[in-house]
């Protein structure tokens, strides 16, 4: 009995390998021509800010031809909608390569080794992959958010610095011009005053997201979420919806506790 349950673990486990490199492949494939057809998109982007599209337009009956041509069509609408439904197909594809995947592994080592399964059904573990997913983008936004504030920390740090130096010593550094004409010049071009850019990029993430200046983080949280749940790429098929999508996540992290008091610090509010 032992024998054919450990022939079939093995059986099982031989599966779960073969399947895992055939999906390995699909999804290597996808990524590739995903990436390539993007390329192409940003290509035609430039062509098309370059003022090419309008002249085909104003170039007669042929141009009109060209572009209404269902070949033509056909073609501008699989660059635009492939990269959306690509990626979509891929984050499929790797949700059921888990799915199968740690199934057939986990049944394998039971039958092989007498271990436990972790879960009974196949959806069981599409759920743990997701909450796996949505934890690693998480900590990834962290990540994100703490590089950030280290970076705006240490601009801020400089600046300070420089000021001191500049206080204490009562003069910037100087530099001629010419034989006799001599221009004061203090060393802003290494230490920029970064409040600017900082009050700038904050105003911004809020006018992304809807909310006034004043606006306090629960203020902030609601916007967002109404604003992520509207251009969600599952939801939200424009083809812009994605990078728009990034952008009001990149808005929310920036609006983070640290960096709301310090905008009320610079606005003297």
Not at 76 to 104: A, C, D, H, R
Not at 192 to 198: A, D, I, K, L
């Amino acid at each position: 009995m032992n024998f054919f349950k450990k022939s079939l673990g093995r059986i099982l486990y031989f599966i779960a390998q073969a399947l895992s490199f055939i999906l390995d492949v699909i999804i290597g494939i996808a990524e590739v021509t995903v990436n390539m057809v993007t390329s192409i998109n940003s290509i035609f982007a430039i062509i098309g800010a370059g003022g090419c599209f309008f002249l085909l337009i104003f170039s007669g009956p042929f141009g009109f031809f060209l572009l209404l041509n269902p070949v033509t069509l056909f073609l501008l609408f699989f660059l635009f909608i492939f990269p959306i439904l690509g990626t979509t197909f891929i984050s499929f594809l790797k949700y059921v390569k888990y799915m199968f995947t740690e199934f057939l592994f986990d049944r394998a080592n039971y039958l092989i080794y007498g271990k436990k399964s972790k879960y009974n059904s196949f959806f069981e573990y599409g759920n743990k992959y997701r909450k796996e997913e949505a934890a690693k983008k998480e900590r990834e936004r962290q990540q994100k958010r703490e590089q950030q504030q280290r970076e705006w920390e240490e601009r801020f740090r400089q600046w300070q610095e420089f000021q001191n130096s500049q206080r204490n010593t009562g003069q910037g550094r100087y530099e001629w011009y010419g034989q006799n004409n001599r221009s004061y010049r203090s060393n802003t071009g290494a230490y920029t005053n970064p409040s600017t850019e900082f009050i700038k990029k904050y105003e911004e993430s809020c006018n992304l997201l809807g909310v006034n200046y004043d606006a306090d983080k629960y203020q902030i949280k609601l916007a967002f979420r109404k604003k992520a749940k509207q251009y969600h790429p599952d939801i939200n098929k424009n083809p812009n919806a994605t990078e728009i999508f990034q952008q009001i996540n990149d808005a929310y992290d920036f609006l983070s506790d640290e960096n709301i008091e310090r905008y009320k610090k610079l606005k003297g509010n």
